[in-house]
């Protein structure tokens, strides 16, 4: 299936309210000055996300998002070699061609509405399948257990 992230703004349907409340949520945590911005964001961030999350979390997740955050995170095929958080976010930002700075930021503001919509049983779930280096970007401490 072909990700639907790079789709022109004017060539794309109508949001629902579900997801125009998490692009006001990540416009205003992000400090974006348009909600168009904050979509180009959102779709980026979360298809990112999507080569990431498999497996019944992938699921989960899903079902917890609006119908077009969904989309696009369920639209990517998985990647084979799961990347650590600070590899997802330089991957992020070669596929985006901004700075590593920037790109960090537009994460962590899109996966933290990502985790408010999941809860935090889900993203304990997600976090747990994941590479190290993802916590801080839902916004979570990265604790490692004592030797």
């Avoid at 990647?79 to 976010?89: K, S, Y």
């Avoid at 970007?137 to 004592?146: N, S, V």
């Amino acid at each position: 299936m072909i990700s639907d992230v790079r789709v022109p703004l004017e060539h794309q349907q109508p949001y629902g309210a579900a997801y125009e409340q998490m692009l006001e949520k990540v416009r205003y945590e992000g400090a974006y000055p348009t909600r168009e911005r904050a979509d180009e964001v959102v779709r980026l961030v979360l298809a990112g996300l999507g080569r990431q999350v498999t497996g019944d979390e992938r699921v989960d997740l899903a079902a917890c998002l609006p119908l077009e955050a969904a989309r696009v995170l369920t639209a990517q095929i998985p990647d084979t070699r799961p990347l650590t958080g600070w590899a997802f976010v330089k991957d992020l930002a070669a596929r985006n061609g901004a700075s590593l700075a920037t790109t960090r930021w537009d994460t962590g503001s899109v996966l933290s509405a990502v985790a408010a919509h999941a809860g935090p049983d889900l993203v304990t779930r997600i976090l747990s399948r994941l590479p190290t280096g993802y916590a801080l970007l839902f916004g979570r401490a990265e604790l490692t257990p004592a030797a």
